[in-house]
């Protein structure tokens, strides 16, 4: 079946592309490089789902957020996560006034649009806990009163993987709130030659290229980004693959794979891939928009067992098996791609 009941393509909305090339842009005036990442910045944003980055220190995680943030406007915070953080400090608290004789509710730096939390894995569980509740219910709960984020809201944290004392691992459960993990990269070496020429000057003024109110309704334009239900079973295939590597072929990762990806997994691996597509200029899905997204939406929604970690396997070792055997079904595939076999879903 093809999209449009006459077998015609739907239209694409060429604003949301073009208000966000401006913002790619924008933001490049002051990155150097980094291309994947700040793609999938832009699906996230459309999205409306939170972005996990791990890399060493200094590859510009830290000033990609702001500049985003810059550039679409809106309210910023930036909160250093530390192991002495309490949940007060992220969320507010109510405080007693002497001269009123009555209790005023502080709110704090994470009712914001875009809130950066640098080191997320430094902050112990109890913060964790508090960052949870906003993510998934998008507000915060003071003195049993709720009080609603701003709309866009975006969770934008940091880690860094080489550091290991005085950290607190995420649990799977707040991972798993995470749309995408990406992993930053060294730059190429032209590109960090750049990046020291650029820092001999001063740093270039951003300007706001896209507000909240139009972010927001950019959302509603991608909402009519047609989706087959073959690019649906391709998504569900990918993980159903990682939960039962012996039905697909992919017997070998059994060993490796204690829990496989979760059904939030092809949910939001859906959901930017349509995001995907219309950045990319089309009004459809197809497959190369779930295969390229599969990796940062699924590698930290897998966990691996202590024989992995011992053998050095990566999720990202394991997603590549399971994208190089499961193959997505006609429906899917960009018109004039040549059929491919492929596995029947799993009943």
Same mark, same amino acid.
């Given at each position: 079946?093809?999209?449009?009941?006459?077998?015609?393509?739907?239209?694409?909305?060429?604003?949301?592309?073009?208000?966000?090339?401006?913002?790619?842009?924008?933001?490049?005036?002051?990155?150097?490089?980094?291309?994947?990442?700040?793609?999938?910045?832009?699906?996230?944003?459309?999205?409306?789902?939170?972005?996990?980055?791990?890399?060493?220190?200094?590859?510009?995680?830290?000033?990609?957020?702001?500049?985003?943030?810059?550039?679409?406007?809106?309210?910023?915070?930036?909160?250093?996560?530390?192991?002495?953080?309490?949940?007060?400090?992220?969320?507010?608290?109510?405080?007693?006034?002497?001269?009123?004789?009555?209790?005023?509710?502080?709110?704090?730096?994470?009712?914001?649009?875009?809130?950066?939390?640098?080191?997320?894995?430094?902050?112990?569980?109890?913060?964790?806990?508090?960052?949870?509740?906003?993510?998934?219910?998008?507000?915060?709960?003071?003195?049993?009163?709720?009080?609603?984020?701003?709309?866009?809201?975006?969770?934008?944290?940091?880690?860094?993987?080489?550091?290991?004392?005085?950290?607190?691992?995420?649990?799977?459960?707040?991972?798993?709130?995470?749309?995408?993990?990406?992993?930053?990269?060294?730059?190429?070496?032209?590109?960090?030659?750049?990046?020291?020429?650029?820092?001999?000057?001063?740093?270039?003024?951003?300007?706001?290229?896209? +507000?909240?109110?139009?972010?927001?309704?950019? !959302? @509603?334009?991608?909402?009519? $980004?047609?989706?087959? =239900?073959? %690019?649906?079973? /391709?998504?569900?295939?990918?993980?159903?693959?990682?939960?039962?590597?012996?039905?697909?072929?992919?017997?070998?990762?059994?060993?490796?794979?204690?829990?496989?990806?979760?059904?939030?997994?092809?949910?939001?691996?859906?959901?930017?891939?349509?995001?995907?597509?219309?950045?990319?200029?089309? +009004?459809?899905?197809?497959?190369?928009?779930? !295969? @390229?997204?599969?990796?940062? $939406?699924?590698?930290? =929604?897998? %966990?691996?067992? /202590?024989?992995?970690?011992?053998?050095?396997?990566?999720?990202?070792?394991?997603?590549?098996?399971?994208?190089?055997?499961?193959?997505?079904?006609?429906?899917?595939?960009?018109?004039?791609?040549?059929?491919?076999?492929?596995?029947?879903?799993?009943?």
């Amino acid at each position: 079946m093809t999209p449009g009941s006459n077998g015609a393509q739907p239209a694409v909305a060429t604003r949301p592309r073009e208000a966000l090339e401006e913002v790619l842009f924008e933001i490049k005036r002051v990155i150097v490089g980094q291309d994947g990442m700040l793609e999938r910045l832009l699906v996230a944003l459309l999205t409306g789902g939170h972005v996990l980055l791990e890399g060493v220190p200094g590859l510009a995680k830290t000033l990609t957020i702001r500049t985003l943030a810059e550039v679409m406007g809106g309210s910023f915070s930036r909160v250093q996560f530390t192991p002495d953080l309490v949940p007060a400090d992220l969320v507010g608290t109510r405080i007693y006034r002497p001269d009123s004789g009555r209790f005023d509710v502080e709110l704090g730096p994470v009712l914001c649009n875009f809130l950066l939390a640098d080191e997320i894995n430094r902050a112990p569980a109890k913060v964790q806990s508090a960052l949870l509740e906003v993510m998934q219910e998008d507000q915060v709960t003071i003195g049993g009163r709720s009080h609603p984020v701003p709309h866009p809201f975006l969770v934008l944290a940091t880690q860094n993987p080489i550091e290991s004392e005085g950290t607190y691992p995420l649990p799977e459960a707040q991972t798993d709130r995470f749309s995408m993990k990406l992993l930053v990269d060294y730059p190429s070496p032209g590109e960090e030659a750049a990046v020291v020429g650029r820092s001999l000057e001063p740093a270039p003024r951003v300007e706001q290229r896209v +507000g909240p109110e139009e972010l927001l309704a950019f !959302r @509603d334009d991608v909402r009519r $980004v047609y989706v087959d =239900r073959g %690019v649906i079973a /391709y998504a569900v295939s990918l993980a159903d693959a990682t939960r039962n590597p012996q039905a697909w072929g992919v017997g070998p990762l059994g060993d490796y794979v204690e829990y496989g990806v979760s059904p939030r997994g092809p949910i939001r691996l859906t959901q930017a891939a349509r995001d995907l597509a219309l950045l990319r200029g089309r +009004g459809h899905v197809i497959a190369s928009d779930v !295969r @390229d997204l599969a990796p940062d $939406v699924l590698r930290h =929604r897998l %966990v691996l067992s /202590y024989e992995a970690l011992a053998d050095g396997v990566t999720p990202d070792d394991v997603l590549e098996h399971v994208l190089t055997v499961v193959e997505p079904r006609s429906a899917s595939r960009e018109p004039g791609e040549p059929e491919r076999a492929r596995p029947e879903l799993v009943a």
